[in-house]
């Protein structure tokens, strides 16, 4: 079996990755990361000063989603193919610090960073507060498999948080240097209530959507909460755990398909299965 019908990816169906990332419940935790990410004055100034994502929000959300889906799910050529074409993008945008009016590079290793580990924290942690039975070993696999996808954007792997440990110093490191801005509160704002398709706004789309925006906020660590000048009580976490896990048993059974990437990795998948027992016989 030659070419990609045996490249399996960056991960692989034995990988802890493809498990977290089969959750549909992770379009949860991609807003969850996007309120966080709100809160790195540079991160959320290079987004605002560079984008519409006021007009194009939903394009913007599902060409994330198929990064993210291609990263995880695609063969290795394409995963790097699609992290050149992120770097490239990257590489000529600049934006305006709002305190100090300094330009920086919108691929500052220090914003990628942040970028990176707010997400793959957001995936794992949505996903097994939803309910995926992950053990902290399992965990920390996940952080360490996914130092590979922050490699596609640019960072040097040995300065990326690898564990659920050093996740945990990290986010105590850029701490002090996480405020609400008048750019974040923007976002934070257009976040809970975006637009939507005029027959939607206000019968499923705009109380659904809500909801979600709700949930995912709520699902924020206490520190960044009270940073949105929220409330970071013990009782928030835990109702946010359980209509997290309520969402995801409802995802679950809609008719919700999923896409070709990853029937396109599971035909592969597959494919190796089958010429392994074949050469076994």
Same mark, same amino acid.
């Given at each position: 079996?030659?070419?990609?019908? +045996?490249?399996?990816?960056?991960?692989?169906?034995?990988?802890?990755?493809?498990?977290?990332?089969?959750?549909?419940?992770?379009? !949860?935790?991609?807003?969850?990361?996007?309120?966080?990410?709100?809160?790195?004055?540079?991160?959320?100034?290079?987004?605002?000063?560079?984008?519409?994502?006021?007009?194009?929000?939903?394009?913007?959300?599902?060409?994330?989603?198929?990064? /993210?889906?291609?990263?995880?799910?695609?063969?290795?050529?394409?995963?790097?193919?699609?992290?050149?074409?992120?770097?490239?993008?990257?590489?000529? !945008?600049?934006?305006? &610090? %709002?305190?100090?009016?300094?330009?920086?590079?919108?691929?500052?290793?220090?914003?990628? @960073?942040?970028?990176?580990?707010?997400? /793959?924290? +957001?995936?794992?942690?949505?996903? @097994?507060?939803?309910?995926?039975? !992950?053990?902290?070993?399992?965990? &920390?696999?996940?952080?360490?498999?996914?130092? @590979?996808?922050?490699?596609?954007?640019?960072? &040097?792997? +040995?300065?990326?948080?690898?564990?659920?440990?050093? /996740?945990?110093?990290?986010?105590?490191?850029?701490?002090?240097?996480?405020?609400?801005?008048?750019?974040?509160?923007?976002?934070?704002?257009?976040?809970?209530?975006?637009?939507?398709?005029?027959?939607?706004? *206000?019968?499923?789309?705009?109380?659904?959507?809500?909801?979600?925006?709700?949930?995912?906020?709520?699902?924020?660590?206490? *520190?960044?909460?009270?940073?949105?000048?929220? %409330?970071?009580?013990?009782?928030?976490?835990?109702?946010?755990?359980?209509? +997290?896990?309520?969402? @995801?048993?409802?995802?679950?059974?809609?008719?919700?398909? &999923?896409?070709?990437?990853?029937?396109?990795?599971?035909?592969?998948?597959?494919?190796?299965?089958?010429?392994?027992?074949?050469?076994?016989?």
């Amino acid at each position: 079996m030659q070419g990609t019908e +045996s490249d399996l990816g960056l991960f692989g169906p034995d990988s802890v990755s493809w498990r977290v990332h089969r959750e549909p419940v992770l379009w !949860l935790a991609g807003i969850r990361a996007l309120y966080l990410q709100a809160l790195h004055p540079r991160a959320v100034a290079g987004v605002v000063q560079n984008s519409d994502f006021r007009r194009d929000c939903w394009a913007r959300l599902m060409r994330t989603a198929e990064y /993210v889906g291609t990263v995880v799910y695609g063969t290795t050529d394409d995963a790097e193919a699609a992290g050149r074409r992120v770097r490239a993008v990257h590489d000529r !945008l600049r934006g305006v &610090d %709002p305190f100090t009016g300094e330009r920086f590079r919108v691929d500052d290793p220090e914003l990628l @960073r942040w970028v990176h580990v707010t997400e /793959v924290e +957001s995936f794992v942690t949505t996903a @097994r507060r939803a309910g995926l039975a !992950l053990t902290d070993d399992e965990t &920390d696999a996940y952080y360490t498999e996914q130092v @590979r996808a922050a490699a596609l954007v640019g960072l &040097d792997p +040995s300065t990326v948080p690898a564990a659920t440990s050093e /996740v945990h110093d990290y986010y105590e490191r850029m701490r002090p240097e996480l405020t609400l801005t008048a750019e974040g509160r923007d976002v934070a704002r257009f976040l809970a209530a975006p637009p939507m398709p005029r027959a939607l706004a *206000w019968t499923v789309g705009r109380p659904a959507w809500l909801s979600v925006s709700g949930v995912a906020f709520a699902l924020l660590p206490r *520190w960044a909460r009270r940073l949105y000048r929220m %409330p970071g009580l013990p009782t928030t976490d835990v109702a946010a755990s359980l209509a +997290s896990h309520a969402l @995801r048993d409802v995802v679950r059974v809609l008719p919700v398909r &999923d896409g070709p990437i990853y029937h396109d990795a599971m035909r592969r998948a597959e494919a190796v299965r089958s010429g392994q027992k074949a050469a076994d016989r």
